[in-house]
Every structure is written in structure tokens, then in C-alpha cells.
């Protein structure tokens, strides 16, 4: 390596890109190729980036296994950083077995945990704990140890559990300073910043108010009744009854506890149940079986009474019930949720971490855009779409897959 080579590299991984490209701007060996595509994925040019990494890796020898698989995990970070999250996963795990074998263990845990920052955006939580448990970051230098907790603390925020959350952020941060690099320590902010602010909304007697995410945790460790609108779930002293596959049960559920300690007349609950503004008899009947199903699931610690005109929940022993909101609700409030980080998207990526349809996806998008609270960049394949985040919120809860329809 020259030492032209060198000082590029090692600027690049003092998060310098410019001072990067003076010394490799007008060089098209392979790895001057090579740095030029790292250093224009920091200043944001994803789209050049990925073209001279592509370069590089075809300009390589064969001889050169490291250095391709070395682009090839450059080039893999550039498509989460523009959220493009369908890339082969087989091909990634060949580049870190190519650089384990070579010796080259900094950049294998480095392919090792984009894979698990994916499965973290995507909502694959059980799957991206599992993976880094096999991960000790302490060999590693500060930069890798910053991603290391910067997962950590993903994953115990989407678990709700905040003394965790903020002891991962502490040491993401002075590694992040140890580290010397700007967007580093920008991103471990931005983390932080989650705790601060709104996670959920509390709906209980008729009021609400936002919730930080420790407020939440709390409420979830309370005795109250809690119907969970961001999971999907009824709780109540550590007892957990998922609805998310019963969509109109969860409805009911919702309407009562918003209602009570009041009962919801039959008409109001059949509108929010059987989207119907005219019930007839059959949603009549209809609703008393529901109603006996939901009975029945929530037998542990509520029931169901019926009134003159209509039903009312009434818990067995918890002393208040409480309805637990996103901070913003509204159609396509999932589609919102994950733009709302700042970064740009691509509708297949949003499929992805929603687990809906692409086409169904793009028409959400069609729609808000029109409302113009999104926009896009770029056109077929290379389309983006981004919104600037909501101020004051965290889309922390807001990675659940939409309920379903009934």
C-alpha cells in the first residue's frame, strides 16, 4: 500500500471524506476506486458510492479475495444507509467467512453487525439479541464498540427497558468519543434522544397525555389493566393476552377500556368493531359473540357485563385500566413512523420492515405524498421516499406490524 493509499484510508476512518478524496481523487487503481466509494458514502452520495465500489471490487485481481469482500461489505453498508434492506444475506455471510479466514477480524464483525442492525430495523428482535450474544466487543476498536452498543440499547428500548437503554448509550458515547469521528457521536445523540422523548400516549377516564418510555415501562410493571395499542395486547400483572391476530376482539377491548369505568353503547361498538354505520340485527348477534369471545380471553383478570345499552368492562382485581396509544395515530401512522428517523427509503425496504405488501406500501406512500407530509428522490428502482422527523417523538414503539383486518 503507498502511502497515498494510506493516508486516504486512514482519514476515511477518522470520518474525513474530503481529505480522502485530495488524495485519491484523480487515481482509478482498485483501491484508490475503492476508498473514493467510502469516502463519497459519508458526504451522501449513495448512488456514485456503490458504482466505484462495484469498480473496485470487478478491477480486483483474483488473487484479491480480501479486498473484494472488503467492497462488498462497503458496498452492503451503503444499501442500509439508504435503506435499501433487500440485499442476499448469503452474500454478505460469504464476504465475513472470506475475511475471517484471511484474518481480517475487524471487518467480519463489521459484516456481523450490519446484518444485525438489519434484523433490528426490520423488527427481527429475538433474532438480532441472538446474533449479538455471539459478539464481544471488546477487541475491537471505538468506533465497532459504539455500534456494538448502539444495538444494545436498540434492542432493550424495543424490549421497554430503560436502565438498560441508558447504560448501553453511556458507553456508546465514550466510545464514540474515543472514536474522534463527528457522525458517530451524531448518531449516538440521536439514540439518546429517544429516551427524552414521547414513546406512547396514555388514554385512561377520558384523558391523555404522552408517555417517555420509562413512563411506560412503569405502567407496564403497574397493577392497572393495561390495553397495549402499540403491541397489540391486553396486560395486567405480568399477564399478557395477545390480540394481534384477533383484530376485532382487540377493537372491543380498546373501546371499553377507553370507556371506562363507563359502558359503550351497542351501535358505538359495532361502528369500531364491524365498520358499519347501519347495524342490523346480524351485527347484533354477531356482537354478543364477539363480546363472549373477549370474555373469554380476558377471563384471568376482567370480565365483561352487559348494561341497558350496551357492555362495559370490569376488571377483577386492578384498581384502574388504562389504554396505551402510539404518539400519533392515523392511517398510514406506520408508513410515517419509519421515515420519520430522517433517512431515505425504499418502498421495498418499507414492505420489508412492515411485513405488508410492496404494491400495498407504494400506495400509502402515493397517498401521504399527495398529502405532501412525504417526498421523493430519485426515479424507478433508485426512488427514495423521506419525510423530516416529527418533532418530539420517538418511533421507538412503532415496529409492530399494523393490525391486521378482520
Known sequence: MDSRIAAAALALAAGDPLGALNRVALRDDPPALALRGIAMAQLGDFIRAR???????????????VARARCLVAETEIAFASRDLGWPAKTLDRARATLEAHGD???????????????????????????????????????LRTTHALIVAGIAMRRVQ?????????????????????SLRAEVESAAQALHSPAARRIARGEERPLLLEEVEALLASKALVVDACRYAVRCAGTTVPLARRPVLFTLARALAEAWPADVPRDTLIAHAFRT??????????????????????????????????????????????????PVEEKHAAVL???????????????????????SVQRALETLAAAGKIQSLGHGRARRWMTPPVPGFTTTLLLPSPLPVD
Open 337 to 359: 413512523a419509519l421515515l420519520a428517523d430522517g433517512e431515505s427509503w425504499s418502498s421495498s425496504a418499507l414492505a420489508l420492515a412492515l411485513g405488508a405488501s410492496q404494491r
Open 277 to 326: 354505520r347501519h347495524a342490523d340485527a346480524s351485527h347484533r348477534a354477531r356482537l354478543r359473540v364477539e363480546i363472549g369471545r373477549l370474555r373469554a380471553v380476558l377471563g384471568a383478570f376482567a370480565g365483561v357485563t352487559a348494561s341497558g345499552r350496551g357492555f362495559a368492562l370490569v376488571p377483577h382485581h386492578a384498581r384502574e385500566v388504562v389504554v396505551l396509544a402510539r
Open 105 to 143: 477480524w475487524v471487518n467480519a464483525a463489521h459484516a456481523r453487525y450490519l446484518a444485525i442492525r438489519r434484523l433490528l430495523l426490520i423488527g427481527r428482535i429475538d433474532d438480532a439479541e441472538q446474533a449479538l450474544a455471539g459478539l464481544d466487543p471488546t477487541p475491537f476498536p471505538p468506533a
Open 162 to 182: 430503560t436502565r438498560p437503554a441508558r447504560t448501553a448509550l453511556a458507553q456508546a458515547a465514550h466510545a464514540a468519543q474515543r472514536a474522534g469521528i463527528p
Open 51 to 65: 458504482a466505484l465500489l462495484r469498480s473496485a471490487a470487478r478491477a480486483f485481481g483474483p488473487r484479491e479475495a
